[in-house]
């Protein structure tokens, strides 16, 4: 299984704390963060993020203009939403926006595996793409 970096988004500490722990458990590394302005300051502190865990629902920054943030400043970075059920237009509208994908609390630890691990795929596939086309640019170049 790949291991990759998780940043955990989300005001309930309790869940934030055992979410963190279980994906640690399970051999990734992860963090927590109790705010989108807690993310976004973590994430512009380091470059070694690949997913973001982002819960919809928050206080003040809400997970939705988080995204939009994550989107705008850091785009190579997957980003899967967590909604209650009560929300799930925000699920949509963040899929949108650009989510990779959004999950329903609560959540089986297989399946938001799996996800995140998509998720982390395509970020690769991405960053792949980019390179090549920055080494077919540099052997375009005239010597």
């Given at each position: 299984m790949e291991r990759f970096n998780i940043l955990v988004v989300d005001d309930e500490q309790e869940f934030r704390e055992l979410m963190v722990k279980r994906l640690v458990k399970q051999e990734f590394m992860a963090t927590g963060a109790k705010s989108g302005e807690e993310a976004l300051q973590m994430l512009a502190k380091t470059i070694d993020r690949d997913v973001v865990l982002l819960d919809v629902k928050m206080p003040g920054m809400d997970g939705i203009e988080t995204l939009r943030q994550i989107r705008a400043q850091f785009p190579l970075i997957e980003v899967v939403l967590l909604t209650g059920h009560a929300s799930v237009e925000s699920g949509i509208e963040g899929?949108?926006?650009?989510?990779?994908?959004?999950?329903?609390?609560?959540?089986?630890?297989?399946?938001?595996?799996?996800?995140?691990?998509?998720?982390?795929?395509?970020?690769?596939?991405?960053?792949?793409?980019?390179?090549?086309?920055?080494?077919r640019q540099i052997l375009a170049m005239p010597i």
């Open positions: 899929m949108k926006l650009g989510a990779f994908d959004y999950l329903m609390k609560p959540i089986e630890l297989e399946p938001l595996i799996e996800k995140l691990t998509a998720a982390y795929r395509k970020k690769r596939e991405h960053e792949a793409r980019i390179e090549e086309a920055r080494n």
